[in-house]
């Protein structure tokens, strides 16, 4: 039997090296292998959550789908689509909330963080701010993995979590209504899965640490000679572990050329040598599918193309598999 891979990406803001590390480069190695079935989308519902810009997630959509087109996702091996444009999810997402419980979304790392900060902030309510899309985050992601029973999903260590949720949810539906889903996996790639950013901290849209994959060459390098580093001489050996411009460079590299770059570290290379090296590998690996980026970006019909088609082949799963649960729930035809 094949393997299902699937994942998907948030459309808020501009596609970054941390999209690439933790979901595109996983997702669009699992895609070529012979043995897997493989479905990736634009998670545009899940970026109301977070934005209420509508321009900006428009552009977002548009953004993200031409960097995993340009990136090399072979569009006629993996499905590839628009969350939005299958409205069985949603409705799956409230089947499911119905087998969620409340205790269980009260530990999401996503909704905790908030608190935390209301509580720190000193506010009275310790909920302030807070959506019920926020805080049911977690459903709508388990409907993405459970309706095309997924096994594995790649992502970043800090969804883990979520992925942990749908096995969770879907035990509890199958518990009760027959064995409908997939209980899916994480697959984390730890050598790469989170980056950190310019600052350090975990590389994403949220901290605005990021560095996006199709910037002009000359911006790339100055982004890369902002990234942050201590204050180690040339000369002085240098720990790999933990350091952005390694990170990186690990996660654009091949396993070999990671090694000779460790070895560098240990020999002591001066931080700004390695960031004008790091800058000349991302920018030799990037350059053919940034003129891609560019040329998809000046012709989004094409990019519409695509996703419709996706829409279209993910829906020959979703449409029969959403009657199905229906029915497994007491919603069928009456006759
Ligand atoms: N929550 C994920 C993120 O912010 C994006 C996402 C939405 C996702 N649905 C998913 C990832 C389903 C994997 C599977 O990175």
């Known amino acids: 039997m094949k393997q299902v891979y699937l994942t998907g990406i948030t459309t808020t803001g501009t596609p970054h090296l941390g999209n690439y590390a933790g979901a595109i480069k996983p997702a669009i190695k699992a895609s070529q ?36 087109i340009a990136l090399g996702l072979d569009t006629d091996k993996a499905v590839f689509y628009c969350q939005s444009d299958i409205p069985e999810i949603p409705a799956l997402t409230w089947l499911l909330t119905c087998q969620t419980a409340k205790g269980l979304m009260n530990r999401a790392h996503a909704y905790k963080a908030v608190v935390q900060e209301n509580e720190t902030a000193g506010s009275a309510d310790p909920d302030r701010g807070i959506t019920m899309g926020l805080f049911s985050y ?26 942990e949720m749908a096995r ?24 790469t ?10 590389m994403s849209k949220s901290y605005n640490n990021t560095i996006p994959l199709f910037v002009p060459e000359k911006k790339l390098r100055k982004l890369i000679m902002r990234i942050k580093t201590n204050s180690q001489e040339p000369g002085e050996p240098k720990d790999p572990e933990g350091n952005t411009l390694f990170e990186i460079y690990q996660a654009f590299a091949t396993p070999q050329q990671a090694e000779e770059v460790r070895q560098r570290y240990a020999e002591g290379i001066a931080w700004g040598e ?32 695509v996703l419709a088609r996706g829409a279209e082949q993910a829906r020959e799963q979703s449409a029969g598999f959403l009657a199905q649960l229906y029915k497994a729930v007491g919603i069928a035809p009456i006759r």
């Open 33 to 68: 292998r012979a043995d897997t079935e493989n479905y990736y989308f634009l998670a545009d519902l899940h970026a109301l959550i977070k934005s209420y810009d509508p321009e900006a997630v428009q552009q977002s959509r548009l953004e993200i789908a031409a960097a995993w």
């Open 168 to 191: 969770d949810i879907a035990q509890r539906f199958n518990h009760h209504y027959g064995e409908h889903f997939v209980l899916p996996e994480a697959e984390v790639d730890d050598s």
């Open 274 to 305: 390695m960031k004008q090296y790091l800058f000349e590998h991302l920018n030799s690996i990037l350059n053919e599918p940034r003129q891609h980026y560019e040329a998809l970006m000046a012709e989004p019909e094409a990019i519409a193309k």
């Open 138 to 163: 977690p459903v709508l992601m388990a409907a993405d993995i459970l309706m095309f029973k997924a096994h594995k999903v790649p992502v970043g260590k800090d969804q883990v979590q979520h992925i």
């Open 193 to 202: 899965a989170v980056l950190s950013g310019l600052d350090g901290r975990k």
